[in-house]
């Protein structure tokens, strides 16, 4: 919903969002394979939907995907090794692809507005799009395990052990926060968070 209300006004509204999905979809994937099975079974058909070519579509979904292997912070296991194999944090190679990865994004970006105009797509319209902004305040908490593992991988822990503790803090608010709404009391869904924070 966040990239669809983000981008999917723009011009070629529906692969816009796709680039911009696929690009999210790489900060915590770091596999192109991935990142197409997660996403490409929407976007394409939307893509279609709205008039792009079949391949097109289909290279638009491959091509974005595969820039999630740079997509800090989690990118593809090429990165791990460098960081292994040059003797120096991963950090600093994260900090190192930033900017490739916003170029590789933005050139993706760009194309896909070239090919729309070239054959006379826009965007969709906005009445039909969902609140990017509304997403953010519903799903918020799908954000903490990511700045978790950020903040582990860039405070020196290694990958293995941000990792797992991103993965066991997806699943602490995956299980508990169906069982947090089931809770009345807003000091009561607190409590709730602290005590399984603390047993976790």
Not at 24 to 32: D, N, P, Q, R, V
Not at 37 to 65: C, D, H, N, Y
Not at 74 to 90: Q, W
Not at 158 to 184: D, S, W
Request: hydrophobic letters at 55%; aromatic letters at 10%; one cysteine or more.
């Amino acid at each position: 919903d966040f990239a669809l209300g983000l981008v999917g006004s723009w011009r070629g509204g529906p692969a816009q969002v796709c680039v911009l999905s696929s690009a999210l979809m790489g900060t915590i994937s770091g596999s192109g394979v991935a990142n197409v099975v997660a996403s490409g079974q929407f976007t394409i058909p939307l893509m279609k939907r709205f008039g792009f070519r079949s391949a097109f579509a289909g290279a638009v979904e491959a091509t974005s995907s595969m820039g999630g292997q740079i997509m800090p912070p989690v990118m593809g296991a090429v990165a791990f090794i460098m960081a292994e194999t040059l003797n120096i944090p991963y950090a600093e190679v994260v900090k190192a692809a930033i900017i490739p990865a916003l170029l590789y994004f933005g050139a993706c970006f760009w194309q896909v507005h070239l090919e729309a105009g070239k054959a006379g797509l826009h965007g969709m319209a906005k009445a039909e799009l969902p609140n990017p902004w509304e997403a953010v305040r519903k799903h918020w908490p799908l954000v903490l395990p990511l700045a978790v593992l950020v903040y582990l991988l860039f405070a020196g822990y290694t990958p293995i052990f941000a990792g797992t503790m991103g993965l066991a803090l997806t699943i602490v608010l995956i299980l508990g926060t169906p069982l947090a709404a089931l809770i009345g009391p807003l000091a009561f869904r607190v409590v709730f968070w602290l005590a399984l924070g603390l047993a976790a």
